[in-house]
């Protein structure tokens, strides 16, 4: 089992920046990738970022690529979202994710572990 738990969000201005930590705990050997999701109320949860460690690739919503960065620290079992120039349709809860099989890391249901997420509020 794999616990993830979000950290870091938070009220800021437009084109203010933000950095989001999830920390993994458990059988974390077991997930060869790791991502960032969003959801703004009402609205469907949607991929924002995501690494693996099966050949070092990273992938990024259109809609932050430029603006975020995702990272991981595998002596800390940590992985982390660098968010600058926010803008206030950044809006959502933020859910850190782990899959087990690393592969279409775009889609939701790749992945088996959630956190329970974090707020982030960008005003205008």
């Known amino acids: 089992q794999v616990q993830l738990v979000e950290s870091g969000g938070g009220l800021v201005q437009a084109g203010g920046s933000l950095r989001l930590s999830c920390a993994a705990s458990g059988r974390t050997f077991s997930t060869p990738a790791m991502g960032w999701f969003r959801q703004a109320p009402g609205k469907e949860r949607e991929f924002v970022a995501a690494?693996?460690?099966?050949?070092?690739?990273?992938y990024y919503a259109d809609s932050v690529e430029g603006r975020f960065t995702i990272s991981r620290d595998n002596t800390k079992n940590t992985l982390c979202l660098q968010m600058n120039s926010l803008k206030p349709e950044d809006t959502a809860v933020y859910y850190c994710a782990a899959s087990t099989r690393g592969l279409r890391l775009r889609l939701t249901r790749e992945y088996e572990y959630w956190g329970q997420g974090t707020q982030v509020t960008v005003s205008s």
């Open positions: 690494i693996s460690w099966i050949g070092g690739l990273t």
